[in-house]
């Protein structure tokens, strides 16, 4: 208990947390609660800083610097002596080039800037190699990621690494990288966004921005359809299912609640006879389920719990829409709805319906974005943002998952179950809450541009997200809180078990700290709000996301128009300055060599713990 209450305090000391004894209790403040003056990049600094604690603790991984150092290692491969250092640009010649450039009339410096800098979108799959050096794709990848401030960490879900490069430039030199992924379950500022909170919902319907008849019918076709995509043959009868009634429902809440007691006392078991060597529970993804495999998984107490669960909030809120719809339409049923006992419930699950239906094929999150040396310093970083909207990126989505198998949408049919993969938003999170250059503006307008027919902006929502997360949590920390909450319960409660619930690391966290009677919230909280961004790839987004919009296609922008505008719109400008310039020429190859040196200077106090 000691030791993990220590390397608790040990990395919230390395994020900069004030930490000070009084009154026999430990006071803990985060760094963004503090008072006084902060200018904005005095902010940035002490984040960027924070978070570099993490990335620089990871370097002393031996794993990472025998990945790195075989990375870096000039070896034959694929018939060609290479190493990822080959694909950092030399930044002395390509400012060399672009000053040239500069020194002319702006469309001739326009046109050079297209021979200097002419970007593509690559897809990263596991077993692709690059054509000019022979590494497997996927590891050059990983290897810019590890170049960042910020720790670098697997995500479960979908993923789409993507790597952008210079086919203009000796060695096709990496610009920079990007990965869209499966979406964050729930955040408040997306929600609200899309009008999948019930306040901004009834506000868009009462303001006339949506038609209340339709609307409210793509809300009650929404909840049949989910219904319908739940096995209930061992739950209810198909009558129970077409025309609920209040028994049905508590019936199904009781056996979900049984099912949840046998589940618990399942992990007790488990633990019992595996003790501290018991390991988690895990799903393959990657497995080929036939359809006996995927009715017998829809069986196992996991997910009878949910499928129960989620039924009786279904049928509660079809039986609530049913009857209030009877003698009621437009504002008299929305009035209704809103005054009804079980009005709002029925609201609240047939909004989170659309939310669940939109995050599983239709939105994906930017979860790694930016440039690497030397392009970071002429905003490549915005270039990568646009280009992860491009219809390559948009098609290359679709292609990788549109025939993918949902894997907890079979559990909980009984039957396999395809999701579409036709995305409408992509979302993304700054580093830091006092702005985001890399964002900031980051809009294309059509027709202002050479070829560019359709228009797209990332658009930063009004709110921020409160600052929760787990980044400032390292991973020993992580696995000291994991082994004393199961020591408490006598049981590993949490797994990596699809339908068990979203972010095992963050929940093991929670229970961890929870268990030792620390506040999981005050830690989880580390009080660094993040700008939230949204990109809507088609014109009605939200209202095809709600289900009634008017589904006209719009074919997003190819690589090669946003690259044209973004060399117009910010590269030529950035390229007037010569301190930016000179930025440029001091990076290359070596210099990002010792950027992923160790330093001895950080985590003494974790290392010694």
Not at 24 to 42: F, M, N, W, Y
Not at 535 to 546: F, H, M, N, R, S
Not at 548 to 562: E, H, L, M, W, Y
């Given at each position: 208990q000691l030791r993990t209450t220590a390397l608790v305090l040990a990395d919230l000391l390395d994020q900069?947390?004030?930490?000070?004894?009084?009154?026999?209790?430990?006071?803990?403040?985060?760094?963004?609660?503090?008072?006084?003056?902060?200018?904005?990049?005095?902010?940035?600094?002490?984040?960027?800083?924070?978070?570099?604690?993490?990335?620089k603790r990871q370097l002393h991984d031996p794993s990472v610097q025998k990945f790195l150092k075989n990375a870096m290692a000039q070896r034959w491969r694929g018939g060609v002596k290479s190493s990822v250092l080959d694909l950092v640009d030399d930044g002395a010649d390509l400012a060399r080039l672009l000053r040239a450039?500069?020194?002319?009339?702006?469309?001739?410096?326009?046109?050079?800037?297209?021979r200097i800098i002419r970007p593509s979108v690559e897809l990263v799959t596991e077993d692709a190699r690059c054509a000019t050096t022979g590494l497997r794709l996927m590891d050059i990848w990983r290897f810019f990621r590890h170049t960042w401030s910020l720790e670098y960490r697997s995500i479960p879900g979908r993923q789409l690494p993507l790597l952008v490069r210079n086919d203009a430039r000796p060695n096709r030199p990496v610009i920079g990288i990007a990965q869209l992924a499966s979406p964050i379950l729930r955040t408040r500022p997306r929600d609200n966004w899309l009008q999948w909170t019930p306040e901004p919902f009834v506000r868009a319907l009462q303001d006339g921005v949506w038609p209340i008849d339709d609307t409210m019918d793509a809300l009650r076709h929404r909840i049949i359809r989910s219904a319908e995509e739940i096995r209930f043959d061992d739950l209810a009868s198909a009558e129970e299912i077409a025309n609920p009634t209040e028994s049905a429902v508590f019936r199904l809440e009781q056996r979900a609640a049984g099912a949840a007691v046998l589940r618990e006392n399942s992990l007790k078991e488990i633990y019992r006879a595996s003790g501290r060597d018991v390991r988690s529970q895990k799903d393959d993804a990657n497995q080929e389920w036939t359809e006996e495999e995927w009715f017998e998984a829809s069986g196992e107490v996991l997910?009878?719990?949910?499928?129960?669960?989620?039924?009786?909030?279904?049928?509660?809120?079809?039986?609530?829409?049913?009857t209030l719809s009877r003698d009621a339409r437009g504002e008299e049923l929305l009035d209704r709805l809103l005054q009804e006992r079980h009005g709002a419930q029925a609201l609240s699950a047939a909004l989170q319906e659309v939310r669940k239906a939109g995050l599983a094929s239709q939105i994906a999150d930017l979860s790694v974005c930016g440039a690497v040396a030397p392009y970071n310093a002429i905003l490549g970083g915005k270039l990568v943002a646009l280009l992860a909207a491009s219809r390559e990126a948009h098609e290359a989505w679709k292609a990788k998952y549109e025939e993918q198998v949902s894997i907890i949408s079979s559990q909980m049919a009984g039957r396999p179950v395809c999701r579409p993969a036709d995305l409408k938003v992509l979302t993304t999170t700054s580093l830091y809450g006092r702005g985001s250059s890399q964002y900031n503006r980051l809009r294309l307008q059509a027709g202002t541009?050479?070829?560019?027919?359709?228009?797209?902006?990332?658009?930063?929502?009004?709110?921020?997200?409160?600052?929760?997360?787990?980044?400032?949590?390292?991973?020993?920390?992580?696995?000291?809180?994991?082994?004393?909450?199961?020591?408490?319960?006598?049981?590993?409660?949490?797994?990596?078990?699809?339908?068990?619930?979203?972010?095992?690391?963050?929940?093991?966290?929670?229970?961890?700290?929870?268990?030792?009677?620390?506040?999981?919230?005050?830690?989880?909280?580390?009080?660094?709000?993040?700008?939230?961004?949204?990109?809507?790839?088609?014109?009605?987004?939200?209202?095809?996301?709600?289900?009634?919009?008017?589904?006209?296609?719009?074919?997003?922008?190819?690589?090669?128009?946003?690259?044209?505008?973004?060399?117009?719109?910010?590269?030529?400008?950035?390229?007037?300055?010569?301190?930016?310039?000179?930025?440029?020429?001091?990076?290359?190859?070596?210099?990002?060599?010792?950027?992923?040196?160790?330093?001895?200077?950080?985590?003494?106090?974790?290392?010694?713990?």
């Open positions: 900069g947390w004030k930490i000070s004894a009084r009154d026999r209790a430990i006071e803990l403040t985060p760094p963004g609660l503090r008072s006084g003056v902060e200018t904005a990049e005095d902010a940035k600094l002490r984040l960027r800083h924070a978070l570099q604690v993490g990335q450039a500069r020194n002319k009339p702006r469309e001739a410096t326009l046109k050079d800037l297209r997910y009878v719990r949910k499928r129960a669960e989620t039924l009786a909030r279904l049928l509660r809120a079809k039986l609530t829409f049913t541009y050479r070829g560019l027919k359709d228009g797209l902006e990332w658009k930063q929502l009004e709110e921020t997200t409160a600052g929760y997360g787990t980044v400032h949590l390292g991973t020993d920390t992580v696995q000291r809180l994991r082994e004393f909450s199961e020591d408490a319960y006598g049981a590993r409660r949490i797994n990596n078990r699809f339908g068990e619930g979203t972010s095992p690391r963050l929940r093991q966290i929670r229970e961890g700290l929870d268990a030792l009677g620390i506040e999981s919230n005050d830690v989880l909280n580390h009080a660094t709000p993040r700008l939230f961004y949204a990109c809507a790839l088609t014109d009605d987004a939200k209202e095809q996301l709600i289900g009634f919009g008017t589904k006209v296609p719009r074919k997003q922008a190819k690589s090669d128009q946003i690259s044209d505008a973004w060399r117009e719109r910010w590269l030529y400008s950035r390229i007037q300055s010569d301190d930016i310039l000179d930025q440029v020429a001091a990076r290359n190859s070596e210099t990002v060599r010792n950027d992923l040196r160790p330093s001895d200077e950080t985590g003494q106090l974790l290392l010694s713990l």
